[in-house]
């Protein structure tokens, strides 16, 4: 089974999707930690809730992005992690991760990349007009939200929606697509496999 981290600066709904789907044995992973840079953040209280160490880490503490990085590093290595999947963190890894943790981190994206990359993906894709958004799930590169994409789901946006009703919609999808594709990628004999 998979020693994971999981790593989110907001309310936590994946994180708490991914919880739900290890309890009902439809992910076999073992998540060990939860990494967090917002020390408000309402995930880690589904954290304490669920039974899962979190550790919480303000970069503003640290001289530099590498000090902070170095910092994770040791934590996960101490936990014996072997994945890292970001649900909703709101920051770049750095190369510090990717160095230690090569094609063994993922994230989840609130568009069809490449399109809408970055913050508020959706408030991006309405203003933009478009019909159709979705949800990425990819690899995790130096860039932002640049990695080899896993999976990608359509979700339609009709004219009489708004920010929210989006929102909602892609969120629901997320819950169900991040558990499916992570027990995909865990029970291949390698997570290197892209589909």
């Known amino acids: 089974m998979k020693k994971v981290a999981v790593f989110a600066s907001g309310s936590g709904s994946n994180f708490q999707a991914l919880v739900d789907a290890v309890n009902a044995s439809t992910l076999e992973a073992d998540i060990r930690l939860l990494v967090c840079d917002q020390p408000t953040a309402a995930v880690l209280e589904r954290a ?3 039974n899962i160490e979190s550790y919480c880490i303000s970069p503003k503490n640290f001289t530099d992005k590498t000090a902070f990085e170095k910092e994770i590093v040791q934590q996960l290595k101490l936990r014996d992690i072997e994945f890292i999947v970001l649900a909703g963190y709101m920051r770049i890894i750095g190369s510090t991760i990717l160095k230690e943790f090569p094609e063994s981190i993922v994230n989840i994206h609130p568009s069809l990349l490449p399109a809408f990359p970055g913050k508020d993906a959706i408030g991006q894709a309405i203003e933009a007009g478009v019909q159709v958004s979705g949800l ?8 932002m939200d640049t990695g080899p994409i896993i999976f990608q789901k359509e979700i339609k946006i009709q004219s009489e929606d708004t920010r929210d009703t989006v929102q909602k919609r892609i969120q629901q999808a997320e819950h169900i697509s991040y558990p499916e594709v992570l027990q995909e990628l865990f029970s291949k004999d390698s997570v290197n496999a892209v589909r």
Do not use: F
Request: net charge neutral; hydrophobic share 35%.
């Open 48 to 50: 304490q809730k669920a």
């Open 136 to 143: 990425t799930i990819h690899y995790v590169d130096a860039g």
